[in-house]
């Protein structure tokens, strides 16, 4: 068994399954298709298709990340993964909130 | 004999996670850089910002075909993982040959788009929202065509491997790097297309 382990690293990355695959390419297909779609038929208010696309993206990204990037929390390494990933969220989330709030201060000073 | 096997397996396995996890921070890196791209196009986008709307010019039927390229060459991708840990190399190279080619579809749809924009007039050096718009695209694109040459080396080198342990290494990391540019195009076609559409 020691053995066989040995044998398999999988670097964190999870095991490989043709199922998860499957699952992973049809949830992403039905998302992406929804997203496009609520925008291409043109029936809706503005904030009811930014906020189901905007969740959509959300969904794909975490359906993509769990089903192709196989993150996980089984191993040491993929511990160590998820929290650079997260940790890279904190970094992207004062970066982008950052940048629009100081720059909408400055728009909204120059009025 | 056989525990020494082990042993050096078991190094082999403890510095390859080190590899790995060191190629994992580079896309985490990569991921900062594309954030700060997503903030400049956020804030040069901002409403009422001057220049011709990205709308005007825009066909979403072909983003949507684009979106459908990638993650099709993503999943592709993966099969030729799932044949690597089956040892079946032929197949390996023969879902990585269909990656490369769905990848090279979307390259030449972008690429195609692109000279469509700059011919109809919505080009790079109009206005700051047509450079955040190339710039962040571009980049994207830039890196798909990067891993598309990897994907090609990847092919020629992998009958020439006589380790398994350094080709799914090697696999690994192509892996990462190309599952993480299907991700980012999630966000540019989300944050990009659809709401320059609306």
């Known amino acids: 068994m020691h053995h066989h382990q040995a044998s398999h690293p999988d670097y964190g990355t999870g095991k490989k399954k043709l199922g998860i695959y499957i699952f992973g390419l049809i949830c992403c297909s039905i998302l992406t298709l929804i997203a496009f779609g609520i925008v291409m038929v043109n029936q809706f208010s503005r904030w009811e298709v930014f906020t189901v696309i905007y969740s959509a993206a959300c969904i794909q990204f975490l359906v993509q990340v769990i089903c192709f990037l196989r993150l996980n929390t089984q191993t040491e390494q993929g511990k160590i993964n998820v929290m650079s990933i997260l940790f890279t969220g904190v970094i992207l989330l004062s970066i982008i909130v950052g940048s629009l709030w100081i720059m909408s201060n400055v728009n909204y000073n120059l009025m | ?198």
């Open chain 2, 1 to 198: 004999m056989h525990s020494e096997a082990i042993a050096v397996h078991e190094h082999h396995h403890e510095t390859d996670s080190v590899d790995v996890f060191g190629f994992w921070l580079y896309i985490m890196t990569d991921c900062i850089l594309f954030g700060c791209l997503f903030a400049t196009f956020l804030v040069l986008n901002f409403p009422g910002s001057p220049g011709p709307e990205l709308k005007t010019y825009l066909k979403l039927s072909d983003v949507l075909l684009e979106t459908f390229f990638l993650l099709a060459s993503n999943f592709t991708f993966c099969l030729a993982i799932l044949n690597l840990y089956q040892t079946k190399l032929f197949r390996v190279q023969l879902w990585l040959a269909i990656s490369f080619l769905l990848g090279g579809s979307f390259i030449f749809m972008e690429v195609t788009e692109f000279a469509h924009l700059a011919n109809e007039g919505f080009r790079w050096d109009v206005s700051g929202k047509a450079s955040s718009f190339f710039t962040l695209v571009g980049t994207h694109g830039l890196h798909v065509s990067c891993g598309l040459v990897w994907i090609l080396l990847m092919i020629m080198q992998l009958p020439l491997l006589k380790d398994v342990y350094v080709a799914r290494r090697r696999m690994t990391y192509l892996g990462l790097f190309w599952n993480f540019l299907d991700i980012v195009w999630i966000f540019v076609f989300t944050i990009v297309y659809l709401m320059g559409a609306m």
